[in-house]
T-cell receptor
Framework: EAQVTQNPRYLITVTGKKLTVTCSQN?????MSWYRQDPGLGLRQIYY???????DKGDVPEGYKVSRKEKRNFPLILESPSPNQTSLYFC?????????????FGAGTRLSVL | AQSVTQLDSQVPVFEEAPVELRCNYS??????LFWYVQYPNQGLQLLLK??????LVKGINGFEAEFNKSQTSFHLRKPSVHISDTAEYFC???????????????FGQGTILTVHP
């Protein structure tokens, strides 16, 4: 089954404790992206990757890092989480960066930073 | 940069009534349009998309949307809603104009549709 898998689904942590949210897709997609969803703001792009070793900032990259060492994985790293990073995070992938391609979303990771 | 405005943050309706969720975007220059649905505690699922051709597009679960280039709108409609349609709906625009925003998916703020019995 084609899917985008995020782990963990739920995470509670404390300020300053480094964490990683993993994202993996099994569709051999080139393009992957991270979004955060906040009430009243919709989804905003954090980082995206057009292919292996090619990443770029989205609209709200501050406080986040990503890497794309393999095609299937695109982890989101919070080096020193802060309470304003409490949010619902989604990973997405599409065949390429071509705007016609549909983006497929993971089930989401709900993060709380205390 | 593109912006997407969903004009209603919440839409309450009764079961079997028609519904329209409104979406406007900032530029009609070379974009593709999407509606996604998010059921409680789930990820986003594609409802429908407009890439080209007929301005009336049909999606899953009986939803349809009409692309209006002159009004830069892409409103979502359903003639008769069910309790199971209760969810949050997101309009999104993907830029095809080239440059640094090529391929970027920009979302609206979301509309919570609540269907009452």
């Amino acid at each position: 089954e084609a899917q985008v898998t995020q782990n963990p689904r739920y995470l509670i942590t404390v300020t300053g404790k480094k964490l990683t949210v993993t994202c993996s897709q099994n569709m051999n997609h080139e393009y992957m992206s991270w979004y955060r969803q906040d009430p009243g703001l919709g989804l905003r792009q954090i980082y995206y990757s057009m292919n292996v070793e090619v990443t770029d900032k989205g609209d709200v990259p501050e406080g986040y890092k990503v890497s794309r060492k393999e095609k299937r994985n695109f982890p989101l790293i919070l080096e020193s989480p802060s309470p304003n990073q409490t949010s619902l995070y989604f990973c997405a992938s599409s065949r390429t960066g071509d705007p016609k391609n549909i983006q497929y979303f993971g089930a989401g990771t709900r993060l709380s930073v205390l | 940069a593109q912006s997407v405005t969903q004009l209603d943050s919440q839409v309450p309706v009764f079961e079997e009534a028609p519904v329209e969720l409104r979406c406007n975007y900032s530029s009609s220059v070379s974009v593709y349009l999407f509606w996604y649905v998010q059921y409680p505690n789930q990820g986003l699922q594609l409802l429908l998309k407009y890439l080209s051709g007929s301005t009336l597009v049909k999606g899953i679960n009986g939803f349809e949307a009409e692309f209006n280039k002159s009004q830069t709108s892409f409103h979502l409609r359903k003639p008769s809603v069910h309790i199971s349609d209760t969810a949050e709906y997101f309009c999104a625009v993907r830029d095809n104009a080239g440059g640094t925003s090529y391929g970027k998916l920009t979302f609206g703020q979301g509309t919570i549709l609540t269907v009452h019995p």
